[in-house]
């Protein structure tokens, strides 16, 4: 019993600092699909028995593959798609954790269970997984021993998944502010180089704000040129030249 609670103690630790630094990365993960990828390998790291791991997501009701660590994880993940039924398919569907032997399975998933034992697959555990608003899917191990797994297994991924999902929904949110920025940085430095052109404008042609803005966009349109472009060739034509009238001709 000792040894078993200072595996137990042992694993904790090890889920402790696991989702402390998976937080970190997942949170500035450049996109999902790379940072799914870092799940499922965490996962086989994470839980002894599991050799290898996938995640199974839907969007507009059909079931696939996001992330896997095996090719063979992927190919039982499809003979379930195709049958339409399988753990993954129940985990998610049911929102309950699912750890069967592929011999207690026979009866219940036929073509799952005929495919894994081709593949040499004895056990599975799978752990409903929310990647993002409004998308269900599933955290699915495969183990090639018939130990069916433990019920701590099940609890440790259950918080691994738990955690992890907080984690996405921060690196959503996370990139949602940063493209938000982008936008505004952009629309900020092209608002510059219009007002520069409309300065230009008017002290050229001595006209006043909205005559020059008029020029802008009629050039705009003639030329089917954007708008912040039609203003940033004209500022760099004026600086560079030093030619008002060449310029101004060009604005119409």
């Known amino acids: 019993m000792a040894a078993d609670n200072d595996d137990i103690a042992h694993r904790l630790d090890e889920l402790g600092t696991t989702i402390a630094e998976l937080s970190g990365v997942l949170e500035h993960a ?10 499922c390998a965490e996962a086989v790291r994470l839980v002894p028995d599991a050799d290898m791991a996938s995640i199974t997501t839907f969007a507009e009701g059909e079931a ?36 069967v032997t592929v011999g207690e399975a026979g009866g219940r998933w036929p073509d799952f ?16 997984l929310r990647v993002e608003d409004g998308m269900r899917g599933a955290l699915n191990l495969f183990g090639f021993g018939a130990h069916g797994y433990q019920h701590f297994d099940a609890t440790t991924l259950r918080l691994y998944v738990v955690s992890v999902e907080s984690a996405l ?15 505004l940085t952009t629309a900020m430095r092209h ?26 966009i009629a050039q705009s349109q003639n030329t089917n040129v954007k708008l912040r472009d039609v203003a940033a060739n004209f500022v760099h034509r004026v600086v560079t030249e030093g030619a008002p009238d060449s310029a101004g001709k060009a604005e119409g």
Do not use: W
């Open 191 to 216: 608002r510059g180089v219009i007002e520069q052109a409309k300065g230009m404008l008017m002290l050229i042609h001595r006209i006043d704000d909205a005559a020059a803005m008029q020029r802008l």
């Open 30 to 39: 450049p996109d999902t699909d790379n940072a799914l990828t870092t799940v």
């Open 113 to 128: 269970v005929r495919e894994a034992k081709e593949l040499g697959i004895g056990s599975f555990l799978a752990t409903p």
């Open 64 to 99: 696939t593959t996001a992330a896997s660590t095996d090719d063979r994880a992927v190919l039982l993940d499809r003979a379930q798609y195709r049958a339409g039924e399988g753990p993954c398919l129940d985990a998610a569907h049911t929102g309950e954790v699912v750890r």
């Open 169 to 183: 929904r921060t690196g959503r949110r996370y990139r949602q502010a940063r493209s938000l920025a982008d936008h």
